[in-house]
Structures are given as structure tokens and as C-alpha cells.
């Protein structure tokens, strides 16, 4: 069995107890074949980065399933007949939790300072990420230089994050611009590929379409 990701978005005219029926029962033909429900999570309505259809917004649904991957065929073919289904993603969950965010690598700091019980109701000021922006020679390709916690598992549908790799006419910067690894821009790509699909960030600049 693996681990699999599945996003819904759904008509934003349902609400929230039909879709989660419509959920349960399509989700019933996965358990029925020996699969587990790992975790389920509603985003509700969004706002769509450009429309899907005649849509402007739709009811996203996250869900973490462990399931046979003979049992997809079938799940998408009724899925497929779902009216109600604007649109669906299915990907091998690779850690990416359910939520917007990526997973942030813990940075053990032995000089930090050291809590103790007096001081425990003082909470410490989490690392914020920075963005610097520096204009090339002809103004045009910015470079992105992050400082903070390294990404351990960049999350598909971190917009926030993603949205610092992509310039303002939508498309995403190249590795000279980055100055990535290698290895992540090829996550980068991949990603951002996948949040455009759920209409997460646009395609192109918002001026454009």
C-alpha cells in the first residue's frame, strides 16, 4: 500500500455536509478494498487564481489515504462522473501535510538561550523567512535569497511560498535566478506545476486573463 494525497475542489454551491457525504462515499470504494482514511481536512471555499470554467471560487477538500494503487483506476472513473468535481489531483504523499504549509528542517542552535520554568510563560519569536530582492544589471531577473530554516518537504500547496520562486507574468524563475540546488528546483518546478492545476496561483500575470 502507499500513501496518497487527494485534493477535491467542488462546486462552491455545495455546502459543507454534502460534500462531505459525496467525500465519504467515494471514499468508501478505496476502503472497501482494504484502505485507511489517514486524515481528512476542509478548506472550504477559496478563491480560484483564474477561473475553471465558468468558476471564480470552489470548496476544496484535502485528504491523506493509504490504499492499494490498483484501487485508483475505479476511484477515478466514478470520481470522473462526479458533476459536483471540479476538479481533482491524486499524487504519492511524500510528507506534505494537509494544510498550506511546507515543512520547515528544525536548526539545533547550542548557544540559544535556555528555558526554564520562571521564564515558561515567555514564548520565543519564531525565525521568520526573508525575502531579498536584488535587481540584475538590466533590471529585469530578480534573485530570491531566503534566509531562515531550510525547506525539508516543499508542500504543493504552500502559495506563500511558491509565490517567491514565480515572477509577476507567472512564470518561475530559473535556477540562476534562484540559486537553488538543483534537486530543488526540480521540486519547485513540480510544484508549482501542480498548484497551477488547482487553479492555487495563476498561470500567468493576474493583468493577464
Do not use: C
Amino acid at each position: 500500500m502507499k500513501d496518497y494525497e487527494i485534493v477535491y475542489i467542488f462546486n462552491p454551491n455545495v455546502d459543507e455536509d454534502n460534500v462531505s457525504q459525496k467525500v465519504e462515499s467515494l471514499q468508501s470504494l478505496l476502503l472497501a478494498d482494504g484502505g485507511e482514511s489517514l486524515a481528512i481536512d476542509h478548506w472550504g471555499l477559496k478563491q480560484f487564481a483564474y477561473p475553471i470554467g465558468d468558476w471564480e471560487n470552489g470548496y476544496y477538500v484535502v485528504s491523506h489515504m493509504r490504499v492499494q494503487s490498483s484501487a485508483l483506476p475505479e476511484f477515478e472513473r466514478v470520481l470522473g462522473l462526479e458533476e459536483d468535481v471540479l476538479r481533482y489531483l491524486i499524487v504519492v504523499n511524500q510528507g506534505e501535510p494537509t494544510t498550506q504549509e511546507s515543512v520547515l528542517a528544525e536548526v539545533f542552535n547550542p548557544a540559544g538561550p535556555l528555558v526554564t520554568d520562571d521564564d515558561s510563560s515567555e514564548t520565543e519569536e519564531e525565525p521568520t523567512e526573508v525575502v531579498k530582492d536584488s535587481v540584475g544589471p538590466r533590471g529585469s531577473a530578480r534573485r530570491r535569497q531566503l534566509d531562515g530554516p531550510p525547506v525539508s518537504i516543499l508542500n504543493y500547496k504552500d502559495v506563500d511560498r511558491l509565490s517567491q520562486f514565480i515572477t509577476e507574468q507567472g512564470k518561475i524563475l530559473p535556477k540562476r535566478t534562484t540559486k537553488v540546488s538543483a534537486s530543488f528546483q526540480r521540486q519547485l518546478s513540480k510544484a508549482i506545476k501542480r498548484a497551477r492545476f488547482l487553479a492555487l496561483v495563476p498561470y500567468v500575470g493576474s493583468h493577464e486573463y
